[in-house]
């Protein structure tokens, strides 16, 4: 891979990593020789998890930070597994194009993660199982980009296919660049019956035979090809006609064509290998179009999870609320001081409360089940990891101002770091290119011609009756001929011009100009692109500023119906108020609380969408793009709490 890491050779050599690789055959004496006719090797894929996970797994819990959660995902996740393999199929299209072949493409699509429990259709705050009418709601999903893409980024300027490059004519014939070598040899024995004995001397006439021939074919980015061909024939027959019998004839001869118009020039017939090294660049960009959307994806999970768990917490405090209210309210009834039915409200309070609490601690696993998904190679399918609890270790806080860039800075950025904006331009070369291909084709096919061949004859002169006198210098056998040849002494010129000259030529002006329709058609979508990202910025932005304000709305609710519920409660423990006050006032808290999480999640959430839709979310997690190919991540795994020991 010479644009990310250097040779798919040199990655193999490198113990501690596990990309996938390929490796030329085994050596050997001849291993030199053998070399092209066998396949190279390509690794198996490893299906085991990465040593990290197992570090950060104590008594049955699993320690997360957030970096150790990108980590994990970058050496586990079997999307950017599959990812890697890209990088390396594009390696072939370039192979394959300086041999003189045609090129296959390369994927343009990016897979995104799921969204888990925060996602789509599942909102992180369900409503109160108590039934009291809730103070707000914060709608999780609404600073989610997912609303402007699919689940899934093509990279290409063209809906409809997923490869690049993207279709062209073919324009004039590449040369064969790799020689290749071509022989034979045929042994002959062939009797046939004459009609007459005059004709050979003869009724049965008996020919034996050898014949062997060779040849050497190539073609270069200039155009030009030559062809060097040989051929020899050994004759031995029973006619006593035969001036030599046996005898040895044959020619080596070299031909070379060089287009003068169309085909003609190293720009033109190098033109593939431009566009597959084009290709190469654009298979690193979707690999880092992945690596974008797994940090942001598993940094959602990672948000998500963090609010559930705090949701969790909500719930199980109010629960405890509910249920010393019941205490209190229990010893009221007792004494006479309330009546039965605010025990029974009390009562029917802390059943809602454990119905949220159960809801939230279903929503927790679900969203462990997902991430444990994201972040191993076996999933579910590994028991001590299906079993483990997650535990995140970070305590995200929100700062007290953000330092959001102006948006001119922020889409100059995106130009620099977006893989689908660097994309778009790099495909849109490959397009001019293969226009130049096409134009091409439009002119007439004149080639120079030039031939030049030795010929050779030697062989046993027949002394006898009907023989005729034999040249002296052509007395010999292989050695006479072959001397003959390399000597020069029979040898043969041609030159000339060869002109194909289409009258109409309707073809190539169709497929010149629908190439060139298409170079706009291409450059239209960049502008798309370009407005496109603008709009995914800007709504990012916005859900930013959005996320921060009702954070800070939520964060003052929630004071204020904290202050609200201890009046409420001094009232209820003064007898002046009901058991109904004080669970509706916790029903609000509870709500308001509940609020306040949401924003907080929704706040990073936002936070991370923005630098996705900017592009520069790798470089805020300080991810090495190398070392995401590699598959492993050099910062060690963090601290991980001990579990206290048993009493």
């Given amino acids: 891979m010479c644009l990310l890491l250097g040779s798919a050779a040199g990655l193999a050599a490198q113990g501690s990593d596990r990309p996938p690789s390929v490796a ?29 996970i197992y570090d950060l797994l104590r008594a049955g819990n ?33 192979l394959r194009v300086k041999g003189g072949g045609a090129l296959r493409g390369v994927g343009l699509v990016a897979v995104e993660l799921p969204a888990g429990v925060g996602g789509p259709a599942s ?20 600073f989610d980009l997912d609303f402007l893409q699919p689940s899934s980024d093509n990279l290409s300027l063209d809906p409809t296919y997923f490869t690049a490059p993207l ?19 045929m042994w002959m024995k062939q009797a046939s019956p004459e009609v007459s004995s005059e004709v050979a001397g003869t009724n049965v006439l008996v020919t034996k035979s050898v014949t062997a021939s060779g040849g050497l074919t190539q073609g270069f980015s200039t155009g030009t090809q030559y062809s060097l061909a040989y051929t020899s024939t050994y004759q031995n027959s029973t006619s006593i006609y035969n001036v030599y019998n046996p005898a040895v004839s044959g020619s ?55 609010s ?28 006479g001081t309330l009546a039965q039915v605010e025990l029974t409200r009390a009562q029917a309070e802390v059943a809602g409360a454990e119905q949220d609490v159960i809801n939230s601690e279903g929503l927790v696993e679900q969203e462990e089940a997902v991430l444990k998904n994201v972040l191993t190679r076996k999933g579910s399918r590994e028991p001590a990891i299906q079993s483990a609890r997650l535990i995140l270790t970070d305590s995200s806080t929100v700062p007290a101002a953000d330092e959001t860039p102006a948006m001119p800075q922020l889409l100059q950025e995106a130009d620099r770091e977006r893989p689908d904006l660097l994309a778009a331009g790099i495909q849109v070369d490959n397009s001019r290119i293969a226009l130049e291909g096409s134009k091409n084709e439009l002119l007439p096919e004149l080639d120079l011609v030039g031939v030049v061949q030795n010929q050779g004859l030697a062989g046993a002169p027949v002394t006898g009756t009907g023989s005729t006198a034999a040249d002296a210098a052509l007395n010999g056998g292989y050695g006479t001929f072959l001397e003959q040849i390399l000597a020069h002494r029979f040898p043969a010129y041609e030159v000339g011009i060869q002109l194909n000259l289409p009258l109409r030529n309707r073809v190539a002006q169709a497929d010149a100009t629908r190439d060139e329709l298409a170079v706009r058609t291409y450059q239209t979508r960049v502008i798309e692109m370009k407005n496109q990202a603008a709009l995914e910025i800007d709504a990012a932005a916005i859900a930013l500023r959005r996320a921060r304000a ?26 002046v108020d009901t058991a109904f006050f004080v669970i509706q006032y916790q029903a609000y808290l509870s709500q308001a609380l ?43 795994p963090a601290a991980v709490p001990l579990p206290r020991p048993a009493r």
């Fill in 24 to 52: 030329g055959p085994e050596g050997g004496v001849f291993g030199w020789l053998a070399a092209p006719y066998v396949p190279r090797r390509v690794n198996s894929v490893d299906p085991d998890n990465t040593q990290r």
């Fill in 62 to 94: 699993i320690y997360l930070s957030l970096q150790d959660t990108i980590a994990l995902a970058i050496e586990n996740n079997l999307d950017v597994e599959a990812a890697r393999y890209g990088i390396l199929m594009s390696e072939t299209d370039t």
């Fill in 123 to 142: 909102p992180l705050i369900n409503g109160s199982a108590t039934g009291a009418p809730p103070a707000t709601a914060v709608p999780t999903n609404i």
């Fill in 167 to 185: 279709p062209s004519a073919a324009g004039p014939a590449i040369p064969q660049y790799d020689p290749s070598v071509t022989g034979g040899l």
């Fill in 252 to 306: 080596l001869g070299l031909t070379i064509t060089q287009p003068l118009l169309r085909g003609f020039g190293r720009a033109m017939n190098r033109r593939w290998i431009r566009i597959a090294e084009n290709d190469q660049k654009i298979s690193d960009l979707v690999f880092r179009q992945e690596l974008i959307n797994l940090v942001y994806g598993v940094s959602r999970l990672y948000y998500d999870l963090a």
């Fill in 308 to 335: 559930l768990n705090d949701d969790l917490n909500v719930k199980r405090r109010t629960l405890s609320s509910a249920e010393e209210l019941l205490k209190n309210t229990t010893a009221g009834v007792e004494e």
């Fill in 550 to 575: 009702a954070y800070d709305a939520a964060v003052r609710t929630r004071k204020l119906q904290e202050e609200s519920l201890d009046v409420e409660r001094a009232r209820f423990d003064a007898g």
């Fill in 594 to 636: 509940s609020t306040e999480v949401a924003a907080k999640g929704d706040y990073f959430k936002a936070l991370v969408g923005l630098q996705r839709a900017v592009g520069d979310i790798l470089e805020r997690n300080n991810i090495s793009v190398e070392q995401a190919y590699r598959g492993h991540v050099a910062s060690p």
